[in-house]
């Protein structure tokens, strides 16, 4: 709706989305981008690494389970 969202919230939906990924084809940050935008959160692709950065998540690709 526009309105302003903490960082704390947007932090806790990230980790949220990320445990619930498939550990075989984890999700990239651009692919959490659009993600959250499609549940009205629009976030910029650079907020969502250095939020990613900050809760000591790897990027996608260090994350895969093989």
Known sequence: DGGNVSSASVKDV???VIRG???ARPL???QI??????DG???ARRTVAKYR???V????HLRTSF
């Open 41 to 43: 959160l629009p976030v």
């Open 14 to 16: 990230i980790a949220s």
């Open 28 to 30: 990239s940050d651009q």
């Open 53 to 55: 950065e900050a809760l």
């Open 21 to 23: 990924e498939d550990p």
């Open 57 to 60: 998540i790897l990027p996608s």
């Open 33 to 38: 981008v659009e993600k959250l935008k499609g």
